[in-house]
């Protein structure tokens, strides 16, 4: 078909091949602050950025699937088995979900500092995602607790293994509970716990080339921003690009693959001048608009 059909947050646009609007209604309701979500086959996920509870008690945390042809509203069913957070966005490769989550560095008198986490969710059956699956975290193989926000070699690949979390559908509505007191302790702390590796400010998240790759706006040293790959064939994490000149990139947000280069398209979101950089494979940044 000539129309293309595109889901933003919880409204649903069919528009034509001269970018007039054939179709507008609301899909989904209900659901507090949303973020980039992420397509997944004939599926759109939209993310709750929030962690809290309304006041007719209905928690908030959660991913959201709307089928990306429904002709109307669909029902908000959240998925709590995909863990409860301050959700950014998903991307799946060979029947894995993957998850950012959009949370800063902090301190922390147990850890010394906690940070996001970065998730897999695993289904129990191919493609089952809206099933039961295991909710886990990445951990760097020889490495506890490994601070991704500081001190990383660019172009470095570090093997990683992954942590399970035990109740992904924890009960702290503050998202920011310290005292470990099960059920009750936020999902990347329980990740952390663990030794999972501290991430700051995860956001956008594509799949290219059978790898995973993701940035964290506020990354690393001069806080302007880190891109990360994920190779799930050797279980390695890599940064392949730091900024350390607003010039160059500063604060990136959502992030896209341009399919014919590979090239990743990085959305900055801060003050003043705003950019979409391109980023080539072989780690040269570039101005697109």
Not at 108 to 118: E, K, P, R, W
């Amino acid at each position: 078909d000539d129309d293309q059909t595109y889901n933003a947050g919880d409204t649903k646009l069919l528009v034509d091949e001269n970018l007039n609007v054939v179709e507008s209604f609301a899909i989904l309701g209900g659901t507090d602050t949303n973020c980039a979500g992420g397509v997944v086959g004939d599926t759109w996920y939209t993310c709750e950025e929030v962690v809290n509870r309304g006041a007719t008690g209905l928690k908030h945390g959660y991913n959201f699937v709307i089928p990306a042809y429904a002709s109307g509203p669909v029902k908000a069913v959240p998925q709590p088995q995909q863990g409860r957070m301050a959700h950014e966005a998903v991307a799946e490769l060979g029947g894995i979900l993957y998850e950012t989550e959009d949370r800063s560095i902090s301190a922390d008198a147990l850890n010394g500092v906690i940070g996001a986490a970065f998730y897999r969710f695993v289904p129990d059956s191919p493609g089952g995602f809206e099933g039961s699956g295991t909710l886990e975290a990445l951990k760097l193989r020889d490495e506890f607790r490994a601070n991704m926000d500081i001190g990383r070699v660019v172009g470095q690949p570090y093997p990683v293994e992954w942590v399970s979390i035990d109740y992904p559908d924890h009960e702290d509505d503050t998202d920011d509970r310290r005292d470990r007191v099960p059920g009750f302790t936020p999902t990347r702390i329980q990740a952390q716990d663990k030794g999972a590796a501290i991430f700051d400010r995860e956001e956008g998240i594509w799949v290219g080339g059978g790898k995973v790759y993701f940035d964290c706006t506020s990354g690393g040293a001069a806080n302007l921003g880190q891109v990360f790959e994920f190779d799930p064939g050797t279980q390695t994490i890599t940064l392949i690009y730091e900024s350390t000149e607003l010039s160059k990139l500063e604060n990136p947000d959502n992030i896209v693959i341009v399919p014919k280069t590979g090239d990743i398209f990085l959305q900055e979101d801060s003050a003043g001048d705003q950019f979409v950089r391109g980023l080539t494979p072989d780690g040269k940044i570039y101005d697109f608009a």
